[in-house]
């Protein structure tokens, strides 16, 4: 059966069927004609090492769900449900329904189900003496390779709201991370040790900030310095189970585990929570910090969608070269029924 590069999400498979298609036809999936092409056969490598990844088990989660959600694989073009059934039977698989119950390999739960373990000793019963062995144990610290490098004169930006109505902007040197006296806690950094926290966009300062109706604001736009460049652990690659073939079990582990990291980083701190929340990702971001020796770590943003979010360790490769007041004159709030 034919298949389409439009029948997928995977940027690499997509790349793939469209490079390797020898001529145009009908594809058998989402129907669409004279586009590139390629026998379903040609993926079965790619698949076969794919779903090694899974075990079958009843109390697990629907297979396509779970490819979904973690892996973004199929396109909306196509029926995943009818794609992923005919590669089941092709690969011979004892039980090709795609609605079938799975979870992962138990090396790839262990694996990232540790970040729950950790963080519950980290907040409850070891802090500062906490044995870092397993993680070294699990690999943790290679995970952490795919990284992007952000060069000289990138714009970045950070917001602080005034105190009160009618204050002239911030100055460029009061824009920065904040004293040692007085660095608070924050989602990434420890209490008294500053981070300089910024955003890729001016948009995004705003929602991370939680800026509301009629908020004056300050809004500082950084550059990277001349002869410098900044690299960051990324949290924010796409996904491509296509491009890591031959490693998958690894890729798997690393993709997961930053996602649910990456969760974390973003996740904002509600006013009953306890700054204990804080605690598990102030570790990872320490571990990461001292392990990779990169200048800091790129996320995406959860309150901003496609926005992205950067945190830096040390301040002196960036510098503010501007400071402009805004002030908020809309506000958009959803809200959902609670139980």
Not at 64 to 78: E, G, Q, T
Not at 123 to 149: A, C, H, M, P
Not at 180 to 200: D, F, H, Q, T, V
Not at 210 to 223: H, Q
Request: charged content about 30%; overall charge negative; glycine content about 4%.
């Amino acid at each position: 059966m034919n298949v389409c590069a439009s029948c997928f999400n995977d940027i690499e498979l997509k790349s793939f069927i469209e490079t390797h298609s020898k001529d145009k036809g009908r594809c058998d999936f989402c129907y669409d004609n004279d586009v590139e092409v390629v026998d379903l056969y040609e993926l079965r490598d790619f698949f076969s090492e794919f779903f090694y990844l899974f075990i079958d088990d009843p109390d697990g989660e629907i297979f396509i769900d779970l490819i979904a959600r973690d892996w973004n694989l199929f396109s909306h073009k196509s029926d995943g449900k009818v794609l992923l059934s005919e590669v089941l039977l092709l690969l011979a698989c004892a039980n090709y329904d795609p609605e079938k119950k799975v979870k992962y390999m138990p090396e790839i739960v262990e694996s990232i189900s540790y970040w729950e373990k950790l963080k519950l000793d980290l907040k409850w019963n070891r802090r500062f003496l906490t044995d870092i062995s397993e993680i070294f144990d699990l690999g943790w610290d290679s995970y952490f390779n795919e990284q992007i490098v952000l060069p000289n004169e990138t714009e970045l930006y950070r917001a602080r709201i005034h105190k009160n109505a009618g204050d002239i902007a911030f100055k460029v040197d009061e824009m920065g991370s904040p004293l040692k006296e007085k660095a608070a806690s924050g989602r990434a950094n420890p209490l008294g040790i500053p981070y300089l926290y910024l955003c890729k966009s001016i948009d995004t300062t705003f929602y991370e900030i939680r800026a509301t109706f009629l908020d004056e604001i300050s809004i500082g736009k950084f550059v990277i310095m001349f002869d410098h460049e900044l690299v960051l652990v990324d949290f924010t690659e796409e996904v491509s189970a296509f491009k890591n073939m031959g490693t998958l079990m690894e890729y798997a582990k690393s993709r997961l585990l930053k996602k649910y990291i990456s969760y974390d980083l973003s996740k904002p701190l509600r006013r009953y929570d306890s700054e204990l929340e804080y605690i598990p990702t102030q570790f990872i971001c320490e571990f990461i910090r001292y392990i990779t020796g990169t200048d800091g770590i790129i996320f995406n943003s959860s309150l901003h969608q496609g926005g992205k979010n950067i945190v830096l360790f040390e301040q002196e490769k960036v510098v503010c070269v501007s400071v402009e007041k805004h002030q908020v004159t809309n506000v958009h709030i959803g809200f959902k029924a609670s139980e």
